[in-house]
């Protein structure tokens, strides 16, 4: 019998500067004692928030003759975790994994959007496609305007009474995935948070934070990363959640406090020890 770290598919792109997507999640899940195979579906000079021209190499015609290669190889996969998305096609190439590694956990992070406002990159086609590979998803890790926009909802910038946090976890669940995770809410009653919910048990979750007056990118894929390598390695939802919220926390903490041009991205490296060790930082609730 193989006797191998978990392995994850990653099919994300390749941001070289600017600490997002594959930059973090090779990092992030190698502390964690999971094994990444990168997948890059295209490969940008930067991310796309605010440092000027960016130089861009699209893969969509790499991703299915690699996935054919993987195949061929007879490679093993405990997760197939999919981000940010370039073109129609390549989420045709993510659903062809899906099928090729039908026991692995389908993790997708619909990249779309954030501040209440779509990427540039993304069109309603794109959206539509997006919501498409959630319906095939295991578990789906939006951010509040993603969940907005897979809902087909306009954004709502005001704070969310529980029920309406509700209502989005269910609905979203309700298009496929048996876990829904809402990144970077904002609780009338209960301040910023993480919310999560669990299908099959019923269970709706949530995990605390502290306000911090700045916003970074990269920071969904950081968190997406830890959630990954935290049900990898048998962490239940909520436990997760609250590993990737406390570890998310800390890194944008200790970044804020020196100072950084906020498009550099969070200064994880400073931080990544954390992950290695066992400890939880944060604590969960039921929402
Ligand atoms: O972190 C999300 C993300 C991923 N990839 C690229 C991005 C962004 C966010 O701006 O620009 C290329």
Known sequence: MENRPARVLAIHDLSG???????VILPILSAM????CALPTAVLSTHTGGLGE???????????????????LGLGFE????GFLGSPEQITS???????WPDAIKVVDPVMGDHGKPYRTMDAGMVGRMAELVKSADIITPNLTE???LLGES?????????KAKSMLARLCEMGPHQAVITGATLLDGGPCNLGYDRERGSYWMVPCDYMPVSYPGTGDMFASVLVGGLLCGDSLPIAMARATGFLERTIKDTFS????????????RDIGVLMGHSVLKEFTLL
């Open 33 to 36: 004692r999971v094994q990444v």
């Open 258 to 269: 020196y100072s950084s041009d906020p498009r550099f991205g969070v200064q994880f490296e």
């Open 54 to 72: 960016v130089q861009m190499r699209d893969l969509t015609d790499f991703i299915t003759p690699a996935l054919q290669h993987y195949e061929r």
């Open 94 to 100: 993510c659903l062809q994994a899906f099928s090729l």
């Open 79 to 82: 997760c197939v975790y999919t």
């Open 17 to 23: 500067f600017g600490r997002c997507s594959l930059t």
């Open 155 to 163: 954004y709502d910038f005001s704070p969310l009474p529980r029920g």
């Open 147 to 149: 969940s907005y926009l």
